[in-house]
C-alpha cells in the first residue's frame, strides 16, 4: 500500500495555521482578533495560489506587502523562516500512526510525496511517520513530481509488487488518483471533507477516515 503525505497522512491546513501563529507571534504586535481572522484568510490564499511551488517567497513576501509590520522579515530570510518552522507544525495523530503500523504487519508500504526533500524528511521525523515506512519517495529527490507515471513506477520497482498487487491512497484526485490509475494501480481516494468529485477521475474506492483501508485488506 503507498500512501500520499500531505493531506492524507499529516493536517497539512492545520500546519499552515500552526506557521501563521508563529508568523503573527514573531511579527506582529497587538493584532486585533478581526484582523487576525482576516490575515489567515490572505495568508491561506496565498499558499493555496503557490501550493507545490517550493520558493515559499512567493507566499510571504505578498503577504507582508499587504499587511506591513515594522519588523517584517527580510526576503532573503523567508525562505530560511518557512524551512525552519513549517515542518515543526506538523504531527500525526497516534490514531493514524496505529492504522499504519497494523497495514504494515500485513503488507509492505510507501509513501509517495511532492515537494522539497529537506522539508518532507523533517516533516515524517517531526511526525515520526519516517519510521514507519518500507519505502520513502520524495519528487524533488528523484526528479519525478505525481501525477507522472516514473514516479509510480519507481515505488512499484522499490517495493518489487505489480501494479495489480499495490494500492494508493491520496486526496487528489488528478496527481494521487489520476495519476497510479495511468500505471493501473488502484487509486482509494481519501476525502474526509465529502468534496464532491467533478472530475472524469473515477477512484477504485472512496474513504473518509484511514481505519476504512482495514477493509481494503481482507
Known amino acids: 500500500m503507498i500512501f500520499d503525505l500531505d493531506d492524507t497522512l499529516l493536517d497539512r491546513n492545520q500546519a499552515v495555521n500552526n506557521l501563521f501563529s508563529i508568523l503573527i507571534e514573531d511579527f506582529y504586535e497587538n493584532v486585533k482578533e478581526i484582523n487576525k481572522k482576516e490575515m489567515l484568510k490572505k495568508f491561506k490564499e496565498y499558499d493555496k495560489r503557490n501550493y507545490g511551488n517550493g520558493d515559499k517567497t512567493r507566499v510571504l513576501e505578498p503577504f507582508f506587502d499587504e499587511f506591513p509590520t515594522e519588523s517584517r522579515l527580510h526576503r532573503n530570510d523567508m525562505l530560511d523562516f518557512w524551512n525552519t518552522n513549517f515542518p515543526n507544525c506538523f504531527s500525526a495523530n497516534q490514531n493514524t500512526i496505529d492504522i499504519v503500523n497494523t497495514i504494515k504487519k500485513q503488507v509492505k508500504i510507501a509513501i509517495i510525496t511532492n515537494?522539497?526533500?529537506?522539508?518532507?524528511?523533517?516533516?515524517?521525523?517531526?511526525?515520526?511517520?519516517?519510521?514507519?515506512?518500507?519505502?520513502?519517495?520524495?519528487?524533488?529527490?528523484?526528479?519525478?513530481?505525481?501525477?507522472?507515471?516514473?514516479?509510480?513506477?519507481?515505488?512499484?520497482?522499490n517495493l518489487n509488487?505489480?501494479?495489480?498487487?499495490?494500492?494508493?491512497?491520496?486526496?487528489?484526485?488528478?496527481?494521487?488518483?489520476?495519476?497510479?490509475?495511468?500505471?493501473?494501480?488502484?487509486?482509494?481516494?481519501?476525502?474526509?471533507?465529502?468534496?464532491?468529485?467533478?472530475?472524469?477521475?473515477?477512484p477504485y474506492g472512496e474513504?473518509?477516515?484511514l481505519d476504512r483501508l482495514l477493509s481494503y485488506l481482507t
Open 161 to 202: 509488487v505489480k501494479p495489480e498487487e499495490a494500492l494508493f491512497v491520496g486526496d487528489d484526485l488528478v496527481k494521487d488518483i489520476g495519476g497510479c490509475q495511468n500505471v493501473n494501480i488502484k487509486g482509494i481516494w481519501f476525502n474526509p471533507q465529502s468534496i464532491k468529485n467533478n472530475t472524469a477521475i473515477k
Open 207 to 209: 474513504i473518509n477516515s
Open 115 to 157: 515537494g522539497a526533500t529537506k522539508r518532507q524528511k523533517a516533516k515524517m521525523s517531526k511526525s515520526k511517520l519516517d519510521r514507519c515506512f518500507d519505502k520513502v519517495i520524495i519528487s524533488e529527490e528523484v526528479g519525478f513530481s505525481k501525477p507522472d507515471e516514473q514516479i509510480f513506477e519507481m515505488a512499484l520497482k
